[in-house]
Every structure is written in C-alpha cells, then in structure tokens.
C-alpha cells in the first residue's frame, strides 16, 4: 500500500511543472484581449502541448489536443467573420478554409473510429501528426491574414485567406520561395513558423521510422518463433 502511495505521489510531482505551465498560459489567455496575440498563445500552445503528448505526458494526450485546438481554430475563424472580414472572402478563400477545417475533422474522426490493431495504432499516430501539422499551418494562416502581414515581391499587400495560407504552407515546411514574404515587425513570426515546422517534420520523420521498426521487429520475431516451433521435434 505504501508503495502504490509513493508511486502516486512521484507521478503527481512530475506533473507539477506541466500544470504551472497550463495554468501560466491559461491566465495569459484570459489576461489578453489583443486578437493577433491570442493566436500566437494559442500556437504556443498547441506546440507546448505536441511535445508533452509527444513525451507520453498522460495529462496531454494528443487526439484530445488537437480535437480542442480544432475547436479553437474554428472558432478564431468565426470570430474574423464576425468582425466584418466576410465580404472580403472570395470562393477560393471559403475552399481553402473548408479544405483545413473539414480534413482536421475527418483526421480525427478516423482516428478515433479505427479499431485497435498494431497497424492501425501507426496510422493513427501519423494521422495525428498530420492534423497537428494542418492546425499550425491553418493558425498561421489566420494570424497572418488579421494582422495583413503580407506583401508580393513588387511590395504589394496580399490579402486574401488563400495567400495567407499558401504563405504559411511554403514557410512551414522549408520551402520559402520568396515572391510572397512578411513586413518587417512580422518576420520573427515568420521564422518561428519555420522552426515549429523543423520540428513537427523531424517528428513526423522520426515517428514513422520507430513505428515501422518496431512493426519489423515484432514480425521478425514471430517468424521466427514460428520457425523454432516448425523445427522443434514433436
């Protein structure tokens, strides 16, 4: 009994530093009114977040996380509608979005709803991936449309949800072709967008080998279980 107690104590102990930290974040939240800031809170968030589920840390399990940043997402989106941003959006604009919110969705839907098997585990957990991957991208995207950050290499804006987004793409995975780039007071977020993808790319790289190794593993290790079986005398 003891023993259970001391385990349940230590465990407790090593979620203290996550919980200052969400508790940190979530007064900054409710501290800051400033939309653009928000956003950056929440991508912040949502890294702090895949890395302690990338960690195992039980208390931010992944599917959840981007189930609620999803939501979030959504919502952020909602509330440019609200401000009036609407009759700005062209059809493109509206697939794009679509294209984001429906595929985040559909990601967490087959995820949630694929029976449990050593197959399907890999599928999800690269599915998982991916959906953090698309809500960064998008949250950029939306980050960069509010605060109209963007301009072609003539020095003209470019505003629209689809250019934001395509922005956001290039620079989050390392591609960068330069004939859409930031202003000046944006380009740190623009970096930061890079380093996040760095990250979340390398993940996705490094995840995938270990899940397929250790598939090959345990499929090697049948076999020849069962080789042994076969040539053991009856």
Excluded at 27 to 46: K, N
Excluded at 64 to 70: E, F, G, Q, V
Excluded at 192 to 210: P, Q
Aim: aromatic residues 12%; hydrophobic residues 55%; glycine residues 6%.
């Amino acid at each position: 009994m003891n023993a259970k107690i001391s385990k349940f104590f230590d465990r407790l102990i090593g979620f203290i530093p996550a919980m200052i930290i969400v508790a940190i974040y979530v007064v900054m939240i409710f501290m800051i009114t400033d939309f653009e800031i928000s956003i950056l809170l929440l991508i912040g968030g949502l890294l702090m977040s895949m890395i302690m589920g990338a960690m195992d840390i039980s208390i931010f399990p992944l599917r959840p996380i981007i189930i609620m940043y999803s939501l979030a997402a959504i919502g952020s989106f909602i509330y440019i509608i609200d401000n009036g941003a609407f009759g700005k959006f062209s059809s493109e604009d509206i697939i794009v979005v679509s294209f984001f919110v429906v595929t985040i969705l559909m990601m967490v839907l087959i995820s949630m709803t694929r029976e449990e098997t050593p197959s399907s585990y890999i599928i999800k957990v690269i599915i998982d991936w991916y959906g953090v991957i698309l809500l960064f991208v998008f949250l950029f995207s939306l980050y960069y449309y509010k605060c109209e950050a963007l301009v072609n290499d003539n020095g003209k804006a470019e505003g629209s949800i689809q250019t934001c987004a395509y922005f956001s793409c290039i620079t989050f995975t390392g591609l960068g072709y330069g004939e859409i780039v930031t202003l000046p007071q944006f380009r740190m977020v623009a970096a930061m967008e890079s380093i996040v993808g760095y990250i979340c790319m390398g993940g996705v790289a490094a995840t995938i080998y270990s899940l397929i190794q250790s598939k090959l593993q345990a499929i090697h290790k049948a076999k020849r279980l069962e080789e042994k079986d076969d040539n053991d005398p009856v």
